[in-house]
């Protein structure tokens, strides 16, 4: 049985990095037209890279929780491919010994606009940091803003073509195109599964449901799926 994971903020919650649109969220505090947008980032890059050097700080802090270390072990135990794509650009995935597909790029790489070279991003970037291969300075962080394409797009949609399971995780269902892998994942005939805190603007969309924090209930669910 192959399975397909789709992660959101919502699996890092617990680790204490906020979500964008619960309360509290990310996107009640800042408007996300000037600091995740490529015209928000010609305007004012100081103001981008800000942003992103605070998120970093914090992604950098965190910890895995027992809902990253459950899919690992999903990934290195399941009896199939289990392939996890993230949403998130912190590597708490990674740090819980589980690979990630990246699709809205990753706090800890910087890449330049000029030449698309892609280098560890230092712990603080600003405006005047020049290109290590070109030399200009049109450097950013790794990260895919609003109005951009995500990463692996074609490879995802290979996944979602042949997969028997797909589960979205922590995410709310309100960014395209991740919003709709579960339809293209169960035109394809896969059993769909969402695992959140609460029901999203799409849990119509999914065979089953999942609810509670996530590093309750995801321990469970593969728990279950281990188990056969
Ligand atoms: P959202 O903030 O939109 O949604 C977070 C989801 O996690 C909500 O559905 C919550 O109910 C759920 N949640 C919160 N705490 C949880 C917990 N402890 N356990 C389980 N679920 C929990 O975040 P995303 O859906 O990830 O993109 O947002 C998608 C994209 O929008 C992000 O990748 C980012 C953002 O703008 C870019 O910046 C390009
Ligand atoms: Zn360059």
Redesign the pocket.
Known sequence: MKIVILT????S??SGLG????KD?L?TKVD?KEV?TPEGFAKDPDKVHAFYNMRRKNARAAKPNAAHFALARLQAEHDGPVLIIT??VDRLHAAAGSEALHM?GRHDLACCWTCEARWDAPDEMSSADQCPSCGSTTTRPD????GEIPQYLDEIARHLASADLFAA????G??YP?AGFVSEAKRHGARTVE????A?DISDLFDEHIVG???EVVPRWVDGLLQG
């Open positions: 959101g903020a919502g699996v919650a617990e979500t964008f649109r619960d969220g996107w996300l995740a949403q998130n809205h990260i895919v803003w609003f995780i922590g995410t709310s309100q960014v991740a695992i959140n805190l609460l999203s924090p996530a590093t």
